[in-house]
């Protein structure tokens, strides 16, 4: 894989509660140096994205529910229209959590589909946040974001004790074949994390680390 490719697979991110404008334009402007799939900002931060970014084919992502995931349906369906009427061209939701570990299954499917349906054909993601999460739990939120119409299950927040592992993105991905496509985020800080979870089936990668990485390709 070369640099190109790689970093078409990234969506160039940064979510942390101390992102200055300033920060998120140096973002935007990395993501369009080397061609990122997208930038991942926090929803106050979509409408300076989309200006910086518009017509380049870097898409502006954006997070729901985040990073908790303990926000309502209803809530985190306004949070999808909010975003993407601002200019948001992908939604990156985090499931409830808590409803997966009681084993409320039906919960965490409404929730889902409560902002797959606000999105309205807007491509949405589906972070299982995989750290609290035993094998099972993760294949569960996997086929619930299937029946739910969602386009990607993803990992992890990165805010949660643990980041992406190729043996949750393999797990993932053999849970959703080819019907969803898998984003790998949390803890990829090198080429060689990246190059794990692509082996592993990653199609996306969340990284704030993208130049880092991509400088480590080897030659």
């Known amino acids: 894989m070369n640099r190109k490719q790689l970093a078409k697979m990234m969506d160039h991110t940064i979510l942390k509660a101390t992102a200055t404008p300033a920060q998120v334009e140096q973002i935007c402007r990395e993501a369009l140096e080397i061609g990122a799939a997208s ?3 926090n929803p106050c931060n979509i409408e300076q994205a989309r200006r910086l970014l518009d017509g ?9 529910g985040f990073p908790l995931g303990a926000n309502t349906p209803e ?8 975003a993407i009427r601002r200019g948001a061209e992908e939604v990156d939701m985090v499931i409830n959590v808590g409803a997966l570990l009681a084993g409320d299954d039906e919960t965490v499917y409404r929730d889902i589909k409560a902002v797959v349906d ?3 054909g807007t ?3 589906v972070i299982i946040e995989t750290c609290y999460l035993s094998d099972d ?8 974001a299937m029946r739910a119409g969602a386009d990607f299950v993803k990992t992890s927040t990165g805010f949660g004790t643990g980041g992406a592992t190729p043996h949750d993105v393999a797990l993932m991905r053999g849970v959703v ?4 496509q898998v984003k790998a985020s949390g803890g990829i800080r090198t080429y060689k994390d990246a190059a794990a979870v692509v082996e592993a089936g990653a ?3 969340g990284v704030s680390a993208s130049l880092t990485i991509l400088q480590g390709i080897p030659e």
């Open 203 to 205: 199609d996306r990668l």
């Open 75 to 82: 809530v985190k369906a306004f949070e999808t229209q909010d």
């Open 177 to 180: 074949g080819s019907k969803l």
């Open 118 to 120: 606000a999105a309205a």
């Open 123 to 125: 491509l949405t993601k």
């Open 39 to 41: 930038v991942c900002i």
């Open 137 to 144: 739990q993760k294949k569960t939120a996997c086929e619930l």
């Open 56 to 64: 380049s084919g870097v898409r502006v992502c954006t997070v729901i």
